[in-house]
């Protein structure tokens, strides 16, 4: 029985292995067909050595001419029906296995797009990379060749133990009398095969991980001159896979050792049995040929047995990574009852509000607030005040611990997200742009927006100008992240795409931040214009960026600590009369112009 823990591992392995076989069912009428093909090629493997039994006591030792012509018809038709067959099992069973792989695909695709942001913040790119690029094809063999040869080995073993028993039932029990030795070395060789298969998968991961962090970070590598050290990790994590890789190898060649020998072991019994029958005239010399034959074709597929066993442990340990996201569960999610949210006039309300990432760690405390349509407030406050998160909270990246966040009225926890997200537009400090073409950037942002639409929000964020002197204007492909073009040009096209959404609330984090003064004046009329009628959130660091609004709220140690006009809250002193006098180093003498 082995201890609980052992019984547990198989009954996790063998309710993985029934789930992944679950994504065959949509293609069951091609798996039938496949299944036939794989058992008619079965039963035409075993016309050979039958025909080396006519061959020899039907031809040869009878001298029969008519006979040899039968035989060698029936030889050819076998092998020509086995490779017709055979290729068409092999076509099917690509089929299947291709499409639940899509299918696979396609679903972790889908569901890691449902996952919150927080997820993506703990887990790093490379890992979740790993899992496209490693698990799915590890667990593409199963359907493919390990379950093809799986089917094809059962059928054989089962019709070439029946013609064995019809040939010599006495030589077929000796020859069984080794397959315990086959089901002991599996059930032996299976959990530690499985376990240095996980590892070696992780490993995989920790490669793509530690591959896509260099890559992605090669501007500070060679800024400050670590090509060598990133060189050294990753050669470390190399032998690691080594290393493993060899474990791996080891164990399954071990396997497949214990059943060669007990293969060789179940021969030499039968020749050593069978030819002392044949010596004493109870058995005709081709029957034995034949049934040796057999026996060997018998031990093939058990042989195979444990190579297939190798290479299920390797795909369920590829599985578990697989299943475990797709049973993440996403932090935000839509109720069951959530409504689509009506277009909304902009009025945002913050209600007794809440937040940490971390228990006992609050980022903001107690926050209530009111917006009214179209107004313009600017968050400031020192570095860690609580900013990004408040406005985290109005797309719903984020739900609040306590509290609620209200749109005209509507309870954000009670609403879809996608028609909360369609009505709000954000524009980041790191623009984010996609390897394509400018007007497909743009149009991001509404993907039903024809091309006139395109240049006209293109206009309203001031970058028409220069993407109409690109080489090829709209249609000029800007290299991965927008590499080929700086800052302010990415920044009005992420302007641009968010003017195309026509958002009614608007959030500016931190916008402008990165610029210079030329590309920040541009930038800044550009979102002059986007804000316009609009509900609008402004993050900035550059308090010159804020001075227009309509309110300025100040965030302390993620609570409100003020709330007025710029020249309110400069008489008023305090914090955010400190960091104006921070980064502009006159606050004073305002404060003097204002009282005269």
Not at 587 to 594: E, F, K, L, M
Request: proline share 3%.
């Amino acid at each position: 029985m082995g201890t609980p823990e052992l019984e547990r591992d198989r009954w996790r392995t063998w309710r993985q292995f029934a789930r992944a076989l679950g994504y065959l069912r949509p293609y069951w009428r091609l798996q039938v067909a496949a299944l036939v093909c794989a058992i008619i090629t079965a039963f035409l493997s075993l016309v050979q050595p039958w025909v080396q039994k006519l061959l020899i006591d039907d031809v040869l030792i009878n001298r029969d001419v008519a006979m040899l012509r039968r035989v060698c018809l029936l030889f050819l038709a076998s092998i020509l029906l086995s490779i017709v067959f055979s290729t068409l099992r092999g076509y099917l069973f690509t089929q299947v296995g291709e499409r639940a792989v899509i299918d696979m695909r396609h679903r972790l695709f889908g569901h890691l797009q449902q996952l919150s942001l927080s997820f993506f913040h703990r887990e790093k790119t490379g890992r979740i990379m790993a899992v496209f690029t490693n698990d799915v094809p590890a667990m593409q063999g199963l359907y493919t060749s390990t379950l093809v040869d799986f089917v094809t080995d059962t059928v054989r073993f089962l019709v070439t133990l029946g013609v064995m028993f019809a040939i010599d039932w006495q030589l077929t029990l000796l020859a069984l009398a080794v397959l315990p030795v086959f089901g002991v070395a599996l059930v032996v060789f299976a959990r530690p095969v499985r376990t240095i298969a996980g590892k070696v998968q992780d490993s995989q991961a920790a490669i793509s991980e530690n591959l896509q962090e260099s890559l992605a970070g090669v501007r500070e590598v060679k800024t400050f001159t670590q090509e060598e050290h990133e060189g050294s990790r990753l050669l470390d994590v190399f032998r690691r896979l080594l290393g493993l890789r060899v474990r791996q190898s080891i164990w399954q060649s071990g396997s497949r050792g214990v059943a060669h020998l007990a293969a060789v072991v179940g021969v030499i019994l039968v020749v050593w049995y069978g030819g002392l029958k044949s010596i004493r005239g109870e058995l005709k010399v081709g029957v034995l040929i034949a049934f040796i034959n057999y026996m060997v074709a018998l031990f093939g597929p058990v042989h195979m047995y444990m190579a297939i066993n190798n290479r299920i442990q390797s795909a369920m340990g590829a599985a578990e990574r697989l299943f475990e996201a797709l049973d993440l569960v996403p932090q935000i999610a839509d109720r069951p009852d959530a409504v689509a949210l009506p277009p909304v006039d902009g009025r945002v309300e913050l209600e007794g509000v809440h937040f940490a990432y971390e228990a006992g760690r609050e980022v903001l405390a107690d926050v209530t607030l009111g917006v009214e349509p179209g107004e313009m407030v600017a968050l400031v406050g020192p570095s860690g005040a609580g900013k990004s998160t408040l406005v985290s909270l109005l797309p719903r990246f984020y739900d609040p611990s306590s509290g609620r966040v209200l749109v005209d009225g509507h309870d954000l926890t009670g609403v879809t997200q996608r028609s909360l997200r369609e009505q709000v537009g954000v524009v980041f400090q790191d623009t984010f742009l996609f390897g394509t073409t400018v007007r497909e950037n743009i149009r991001f942002g509404r993907r039903g927006a024809t091309d006139d639409e395109v240049v006209a929000a293109a206009k309203a964020a001031h970058a028409d100008e220069f993407i109409t002197r690109l080489p090829d204007g709209y249609d000029t492909a800007v290299g991965e992240r927008g590499v080929k073009l700086s800052g302010g040009q990415k920044q009005r096209i992420s302007i641009a795409r968010a003017i195309l959404r026509d958002p009614r609330i608007l959030i500016l984090d931190e916008a402008t931040s990165s610029l210079d003064s030329e590309s920040e004046q541009l930038v800044q009329a550009a979102l002059e214009e986007l804000m316009r009628g609009r509900t609008s959130f402004v993050i900035a660091h550059r308090l010159s960026t804020v001075l227009r609004a309509d309110r300025i709220v100040v965030l302390d140690q993620g609570r409100v600590v003020d709330v007025g006009r710029h020249e309110e809250l400069l008489a008023r002193g305090g914090l955010y009369a400190a960091l104006y006098d921070a980064q502009f180093g006159f606050v004073a003498s305002r404060q003097n112009g204002d009282s005269q």
